[in-house]
């Protein structure tokens, strides 16, 4: 399974990319919404794991909205210490609160991945 981070964050996105590679998991990541869109264009992730706020003029609203419009089923795991904005909930998703522990963002990619393989 390849995973798509995007964070911000340099000491957070590595962690999180350690951990997933710890698992077995293929992961890309971006510090930004816009290099997030590039990778989204090119279908080539299975998961996308993303900090609500980043820096720019595309948040992770925008980023799982964009690439759900290239790939509907994409499950998307949004991950924040503090949003102004309630989180929107579509089908495939989650929610993790920062700072959370290795096996949190873990248990969400498993349960994320699951639903994706199982879905027709």
Do not use: N
Request: charged share 30%; glycine share 6%.
């Amino acid at each position: 399974m390849r995973i798509l981070v995007v964070e911000d964050d340099p000491l957070i996105r590595e962690f999180v990319v350690e951990v997933l590679r710890d698992e077995g998991y293929e992961v890309i990541h971006a510090a930004t919404g816009e290099d997030a869109l590039a990778w989204c264009g090119r279908r080539v992730v299975d998961v996308l794991v993303t900090d609500v706020r980043l820096p720019g003029s595309v948040d992770g609203w925008q980023i799982a909205e964009r690439c759900r419009e290239l790939d509907p089923e994409l499950p998307v795991i949004y991950a924040s210490g503090f949003s102004p904005v309630a989180p929107r909930p579509v089908a495939g998703s989650m929610f993790l609160r920062k700072p959370f522990p290795p096996e949190e963002v873990i248990r969400a990619v498993k349960t994320v991945g699951r639903a994706r393989r199982s879905s027709p």
